[in-house]
């Protein structure tokens, strides 16, 4: 294997932050100290920005009374009113297919978290309790999701392209069952639960784009 | 001239059929020609081009000229195409304009030309799309068309659904994801690939620069790289439910890993080692082919 | 109500409608602003006219990308127009004033190691050091590290490639690195001063 020194570093340094731990740049940094105090001082900018963005700030109240009146001022606000849409009814409040992703990877990492490192031993039952019971509300989720993400009475303007998702999310669907019978043989077998996770990211995906197609007709 | 004396020295018409005539035919131009728009914006060096099309194809070419030529023809008058200039970028967008519409009724073709350090952004669901000898960073999503790279450099990054994709003697650094497409990646120079699909088919055939990374993964199918003797990598080759056919003579790692017996894989070095190839597949079959 | 029928109803001029979007989306718009300028009077302004441009245009959205994405976009382009207006020259996302730049690589300057940013920084030096980045570099780093946007809705938002926003983060962060460290030497030149040593060489 090829050694770097601290000149060629920082041609790592951008694919490293991103998570590309290459073995040339790993084994410049066992030896570096100068190198490794600037991927910690990066590291720190990174957590320290998170925890700012944790912290939400409210406008205040009176903005909302302001822009109101603007808008009204302008016409773009023409009646006050609880009418709702004929299409309200068909469509329940569930997240967006896009966000249920994110809600299983969370909730995924958790009852991994929670279940210990693989490299401990694993109480195999306890962990299989785990993850079913993680993913059976999401489960729902993603069941209920699908439905709605078909779309109505609404003329479908590519057929094409709804028939490639349609099929697609068919293919993903069929990896799911296939990926989950291997994590429940071999609970241990991390790739098996990389794939596991990859297909609820593209289910996920897929749905999203199902229902933003699905809920304005095209 | 008159339309009536351009007819009547062939056939024997009378005026009014000729009228009627000489009016569809001048519609028939004015409506052809109201269905293609083209247009051209000067832009500065790095311009940024996005491109917006649910259906048709897009073929992208670069020129010598600090300037974007666009020429679209679109199927109806069910959508417009607009392109407007913002600066140093230029959107190009089909709009439908009716929800009644036939799928075939809102298929818009575009023919762009751009300087060839122009940086794209594509769109296009359904169709084809083609960009050849763009150096800037590119970003393609379908769902369903095809995507062709042809000597593209820098940032590439490209998303489809069922869309195959093929790469061709392309540079820089290059991330494709499909669920179903299938990939052919030839005579790339690239130093960083990161290719996934989960039921399509890889094809390698390209070189393993030096540090350069390349990670291939599929859920089943075929992934098949090529190598020459003279090439250096690591491999790592690992099919969980498939197996792994190798012609590399490798050295195997110096702490080898445990692995269950029940997946196939390939792991070792493959002259001095100098970049990284991982090779990933859940149950499908994994090539390393010597070239002939 | 739903986010999806807001927008119709919104599209046909309720006003409800126009509440129900402002709810569930105007602490991320005005959290997103402050963090770009620094000050709750001009957060307030921008956040208004973000909001003001997105109703205006709210016929215009057809469901190409996510709402959010749509609005996120529109307020940081509001947010850039008001620091390029502000700043002597003209700005672009990839307009640096970085020597290297040409190379495309990051700065080589490690910084003294014996000033390491662990356990000395926090989230108010972080904040003033970021009102100090050039606003390509602010955006993609208020986007990415604080506010959590992947890089594809970056660019999606920023109207750039998905490349160009992580060199550009990339780039903010090694900056921000070199701000930070000459804030931690200013502070502690003055903490020398103020116990009335004279201890190391002065710049």
């Known amino acids: 294997m090829a050694t770097i020194g601290c000149k060629d570093f920082p041609n790592y340094l951008e694919p490293w932050m991103e998570g590309d731990r290459h073995p040339d740049a790993l084994a410049h940094l066992r030896d570096c100290p100068r190198c490794r105090s600037l991927v910690e001082d990066l590291k720190v900018i990174q957590a320290t920005a998170q925890e700012w963005g944790r912290t939400e700030s409210e406008p205040p109240a009176y903005l909302w009374n302001s822009l109101r009146a603007q808008l009204g001022q302008e016409g773009l606000i023409h009646q006050q009113g609880n009418q709702r849409g004929w299409l309200t009814g068909w469509l329940p409040s569930v997240p967006r297919p896009a966000l249920a992703g994110a809600y299983l990877a969370a909730v995924i990492a958790v009852a991994f978290g929670l279940s210990g490192p693989v490299n401990q031993r694993i109480n195999r039952a306890r962990w299989l309790e785990g993850t079913q019971n993680s993913t059976m509300p999401l489960r729902a989720q993603f069941a209920s999701a699908q439905m709605n993400a078909t779309p109505l009475s609404l003329p479908d303007s590519n057929p094409t392209v709804t028939a490639s998702l349609h099929n697609n999310l068919a293919i993903v669907d069929n990896y799911i069952v296939l990926c989950e019978k291997s994590v429940n043989e071999e609970p241990e077998n991390e790739l098996a639960r990389d794939y596991l996770f990859e297909a609820y990211q593209q289910k996920a995906d897929l749905l999203a784009q199902l229902s933003e197609r699905g809920g304005d007709g095209r | ?292 | 109500m739903p986010e999806a029928d807001a927008i119709r109803l919104a599209q046909q001029g309720d006003a409800a409608a126009f509440e129900r979007l402002y709810q569930l989306h105007n602490r991320r718009v005005y959290s997103l602003c402050l963090r770009m300028v620094g000050n709750t009077a001009e957060a307030e302004d921008l956040t208004q006219e973000a909001f003001l441009q997105l109703f205006r245009k709210i016929s215009t959205f057809r469901g190409e990308s996510a709402f959010s994405t749509w609005l996120h976009r529109l307020s940081v382009n509001v947010v850039l127009m008001r620091l390029r207006k502000k700043s002597a020259a003209e700005t672009s996302l990839e307009e640096v004033t970085e020597p290297d730049e040409e190379s495309g690589g990051p700065r080589r300057d490690f910084g003294a190691p014996d000033l390491r940013l662990s356990g000395s920084i926090d989230r108010l030096n972080l904040q003033r050091a970021v009102e100090q980045l050039p606003p390509g570099y602010k955006s993609v780093f208020v986007l990415h590290d604080v506010q959590g946007y992947e890089h594809n809705e970056i660019a999606e938002i920023m109207r750039c490639s998905i490349g160009n926003s992580k060199s550009q983060l990339h780039k903010a962060r090694m900056r921000l690195r070199e701000l930070l460290h000459e804030a931690l030497r200013d502070k502690a030149r003055e903490e020398r001063k103020a116990a009335g040593g004279n201890l190391g060489a002065e710049d």
């Open chain 2, 1 to 292: 001239m008159s339309t009536t004396h351009f007819v009547s020295g062939t056939w024997n018409w009378n005026g009014k059929a000729a009228g009627v005539l000489a009016t569809g035919l001048l519609l028939f131009g004015a409506t052809a020609s109201a269905h293609r728009i083209e247009k051209h914006f000067t832009v500065e060096p790095r311009a940024v081009i996005t491109i917006h099309n649910p259906n048709g194809k897009i073929v992208v070419k670069a020129w010598t000229k600090h300037e974007v030529m666009v020429i679209a023809n679109h199927a109806s008058d069910r959508v417009e195409v607009t392109a407007e200039q913002t600066g140093n970028r230029v959107d190009l967008r089909t709009q439908q304009l009716s929800d009644t519409a036939a799928p075939d009724d809102l298929r818009a073709d575009y023919e762009v030309s751009v300087p060839e350090d122009a940086e794209l952004q594509i769109h296009d669901d359904s169709g084809e799309v083609s960009v050849t000898n763009v150096l800037g960073d590119m970003n393609v999503e379908t769902v369903a068309a095809g995507v062709a790279l042809e000597d593209a450099a820098g940032y590439l990054t490209v998303k489809t659904v069922g869309g195959s994709f093929q790469c061709v003697r392309c540079a820089g650094r290059l991330e494709v994801s499909s669920i179903s497409g299938s990939f052919r990646l030839l005579d790339l120079r690239s130093y960083h690939v990161r290719a996934q699909t989960s039921t399509g088919n890889i094809l390698f055939d390209g070189e393993f620069l030096p540090n350069g990374i390349y990670r291939l993964k599929n859920y089943s199918g075929v992934i098949e790289v090529r190598f020459s003797p003279g090439d250096s990598f690591d491999l790592s080759a690992t099919s969980l439910k498939g197996s792994v056919n190798n012609e590399a003579k490798l050295t195997p790692p110096a702490h080898p890993q445990r692995l269950s017996s029940k997946f196939g894989y390939a792991l070792g070095t493959f002259n001095a080692g100098r970049a990284k190839v991982e090779l990933t597949s859940f149950d499908g079959t994994i090539n390393v082919r010597k070239r002939n």
